[in-house]
Nanobody, 115 residues
Framework: QVELVESGGGLVQAGGSLRLSCVAR????????MGWFRQAPGKEREFVAS????????RYADSVKDRFTISRDNAKDTVYLQMNSLKPGDTAVYYC????????WGQGTQVTVSS
């Protein structure tokens, strides 16, 4: 059983930064591509960013490109999401996802950006 635990969310003013972390427990971390998704109130969950198993390839949603950076530390079983130049529209619950033959989701961490 894989457990994903996110942290690092909080309240920040527009233009500020946050760094989210997601630790994978009970998993051979390098076997999983990792992703970040978010869900705002009343909206569907949407893709934010992803990173391949060895970290050599990343993808981003157009809405966060050039502002967010995904990275991973396979020695620490952790994936990160560095979020800069935050906007009120980035307000959402952010979830990490481990992708393989079976996908696993974390419980989410709230990010609130005030104007």
């Amino acid at each position: 059983q894989v457990e994903l635990v996110e942290s690092g969310g909080g309240l920040v003013q527009a233009g500020g930064s946050l760094r989210l972390s997601c630790v994978a427990r009970g998993a051979t971390f390098i076997r999983y591509a990792m992703g970040w998704f978010r869900q705002a109130p009343g909206k569907e969950r949407e893709f934010v960013a992803s990173i391949e198993k060895n970290g050599d390839s990343t993808r981003y949603a157009d809405s966060v490109k050039d502002r967010f950076t995904i990275s991973r530390d396979n020695a620490k079983d952790t994936v990160y999401l560095q979020m800069n130049s935050l906007k009120p529209g980035d307000t959402a619950v952010y979830y990490c996802k481990a992708e393989s033959f079976i996908d696993y989701w974390g419980q989410g961490t709230q990010v609130t950006v005030s104007s």
